[in-house]
């Protein structure tokens, strides 16, 4: 089974190069090599972190950790997904 990680946060004003390089930092350094990894940004500093496992859907599995409060204009948002289809 594959399961999907969204991690996804939006950044203090004008801190938003700063907390996508965290997410870049921390995501290299997960204590497991995920099957795949990406990072993206979007409008408003948000970043998200998406990393693919080879796991059942409940397996505990390495995650981002919380940035410091002072990086962020809001709480971390988590999903998990596991996959259904795919190409």
């Known amino acids: 089974m594959t399961v999907a990680l969204m991690w996804e946060a939006r950044a203090a004003e004008g801190r938003g190069e ?6 870049r930092a921390r995501a290299r350094a997960l204590a497991a090599e995920p099957v795949r990894r990406e990072i993206l940004r979007a409008p408003q500093d948000r970043v998200l972190v998406l990393t693919w496992w080879d796991a059942e859907y409940d397996a505990v599995l390495p995650e981002l950790p919380e940035p410091d409060a002072g990086l962020l204009a809001r709480p971390v948002h988590r999903w998990r997904f596991e996959a259904v289809e795919g190409a």
């Open 18 to 23: 700063e907390l996508l390089e965290w997410a």
